[in-house]
């Protein structure tokens, strides 16, 4: 059997030693354009800012030594042009030489990856303009960071997603001045805004220029220096702009020969990974798979579900239709500085724009026991289905254990767990590593008292509508007067959640009651309180003033 | 309704503040022996090392904070000495004024914990002889130790246990000369040997003197010095000895009062925790539960699951047979110096006595990617079902992000879940967090190989028990020939993976062959290569040299 695959990144090489191992018979022909093959396309931020310093650790396997532990014959600078699945061959050019050539194949595998988007404006080809996606990419960046190095050196990131928030900073790590551009209203758009503001003080705090709101109009030269415009006409002189807009699926060879693409614009597969010809497989950044929670086809372009379906492709390759994959729910996470923020699932936002039903819970957890030195609290955000507990994404920001509880909850997520799960889950616990309660058990039972009206949310910005709206209310922060006296929330009145029961009496029964404490807890206590005596519209604010901090309007 | 609890620690206190959460009109009176409630045993041996250094940290509650914020009227230094069931009352001694009297309950909830084990040894009351176990024996060591402490100091820690170890580094870290004595024929017997020997040499590592094999004779007094005596008649003069050979459920009370003990010796308790009267609940160290993977009662005790039990417990005390306890997979970690060593489900050991069928995986994955700077290997174990794929059990040593593979692990255990789930599991993936492949997902991954019959595995005690015998069988290194050089085993010829292909005919086919390289996987290719070549009794050595050089015999 010849198994002909384009690509040797990620999935393609993964795949080739796979379907090695699986039969030691296969002949396997593996196309890459580029010169190398099964590098760290990860690790390139890393290589960027020194934290990596020798490049030859980027490179997992060479050609040659791919090619000799799985006797594959690797053909590297070697461009399939066109797939011919009447004859079931490719065209190839190889970029050494220029010479064309067919390549005939039984089963096909491609693994094109994803191009970064590069729009269409004004000055895109002015120099020092760089996209990150490969080796030769990373290099050319590498090359021109180090010979612009200057004493006030400027980056400007077009793009706060992770891999833009990575470069930012290893950017700065080797001395630049960045700016970060964001067109949407905040940074790191898979989180929503309680975190991802967290992320975006902390870059502030790092030194990096952060401007959202406000995207890409063009570029220009600005007296012999490379400008980035944006659309409020502000410009930004610097030595390097890095476009991290975001990629889109490599479709061109999958489109030319007509197979199909899906809904949400990737090569669309069946379970079995297979293309919409059944000799064709594919794999990776370039295609689209349902999302399984809601069902719909995306693409996620993430390393470890790409190596997931390299392993199930081979499978199916040399034994059809043996194993399913089950899909991604788009697990990701990011160091930032000293921060690490990871999400799985959907946001809010994406929930929001589904129409689906939801509920968010906000806690601010310990890392680990509070009584152990060292841990600054987790921010953690579950967003769950309140009719049925079903748990529908998590977002987490913290300095440490944050993927500790969003691999948790991913693989829940993959399993159509429930709050309940979270509760009843069993965690490793020592008072370095946690608490008797993990931060995910801890949320999921804030999310079980929610869905069993012991407790009523009510979120930050619906707060603020109220008191947009003059509603009269009663807004009693349950903390100690101490606390009370460094800051509240306009209007709010003070009433010590040990001392609430005494004073009973003095707060207005008939009005809508919201109480509030520093997380959350206390003023669990006090909803309950309340509630219990004769209060019947009681509302706990979720994540308290922590949460209230960051995105409320009326901290006072 | 009037809820009395005996225990203020974790079981009592968190189930007396979430009935006061769920029925503002529970009268609640918590009764507590020693002076304190609600205070970090966990933290304790971090304590007496200094690692916390204040000693209000330890609690997290008062009895009068708990009582004011939960309106519950706390008796502490108030010890029940008697459950009355036909009267529903209990006798109580106020340890203050000697005062008996009876205090009447409609729910009662038992949360008396475990106690050290005490063996009734020659010298067992002998001064500077301690158990840890609660504020008060923390207070005493603590000020033994300070006292003691001088230039040559020195602790024996009798038990060689989660808490053993822990205490053995937080002696050594206020400069004792500190000698761990465990029965077994290694420390931390959760944990099987291959993991064990690495916190153990770790321990030595670190100048602590191990005796393993060799338990306690007796106390003597040594001119005017405690000494301890092993059974082998070794006397370990010392100024400090802490003996940590385990804990028994306290089941004192529900003994007395004809409460039914199941077969592990705890109180017995049914899915919604309730003791064999109905209106007796019981939680915590004291109770036995089924263990969700053999079915069959144990005692954990463990503060996570105690803490979900009292959560369990209260909801059902307010309304009857409401939640149902889902039982703990035994799910334990201890900081170890710089390691970190943890466990979940079965042990080899157990499954062994069990007779249960398993199969064993051991990898040695990186914490994170390979090109990331600062990664120490994970040893990772894991123990599954080779006729269904379900996972049994693993066990985890490192330095960093262990406890996230365990935690992982200990969720699908709780699930009935499989390798196939490891495999299919999503977790977030950056260069500083993991791989494209997590350490579970990899441990998964080579289980699916072993299920599969694409590999068939051998453990080091099998090819030492082979070579014993003097076997005739082929035993090849398939490592590069530098490594060869730095030592192999036994009778191993060398013949590197990528070179094998060529050698097929050097190597006779008639014979047994077991291949093995560094960690697993070469050797798994180079099986994969034999086994397709016309060898058919191929075996890889599961977890390669890093694991043979810990445990096997042979090393040359």
Redesign the interface.
Known sequence: MKYVIIGGV?GGASAA?RL??????AEIVLFEKGEYISY?N??LP?YIGN???DRK??F?QTPV?FG????ADVRTLNEVTAINRDRKTVSVKNLRNGKEYEEDYDILLLSPGAEPVKPHVQGIDLPNIFTLRNVADCDKIKMQAIDNLTDNAAAVVIGGG?IGL?MAENLRKIGYQVTVVEKADHVLTPLDWPMAAIVQQHLVDKGVNVITGNGLSCFKDHDGQLAVVLEDNTVLPCNLAILSIGVRPNTTLAKACGLKIGEAGGIWVNEYLQTSDECIFAVGDAIEYPHPVTGKPYCNF???????QA?TAAMNMVYPQSVQY?G??S?????IFDL?A?C?GLSENTLRKLGMTYQTVITHPAPH?????GGQPIHLKLNFDPENGRILGAQAVGTQ?V??Q???I??????QGTIF?L????????????S???PV?FAG?VAENIYAH?MNPIQAAELDEIIDRNEDFNLIDVREIQEFKTGTIQGAVNYP???L?EFLEDIPQDKKTIVFCEVGLRG??AS??LM??GFNTVYNLIGGMKTYRLVGKHNQ
């Open positions: 990620a030693a090695k191992r699986l039969n030691e018979d760290a990860c690790g890393y934290t990596i310093e650790k980027l997992l030594s000799n532990r799985y006797d992770f990575e993430l390393a470890g579900p790409a190596n997931l392993r089950q991604s729910v697990t990701a996470i990011a160091k690490t990871a799985t026991a509070t009584y152990y030195p254990n993927d500790k969003i691999d948790v991913s693989l829940l997520l993959k399993h799960d509760v009843n889950s069993e965690h490793a616990y020592a008072p370095p590593y946690g008797a309660k993990s058990m039972m012991l959640v040990d001392e029961r669990y206590v309950r309180i219990q005596s």
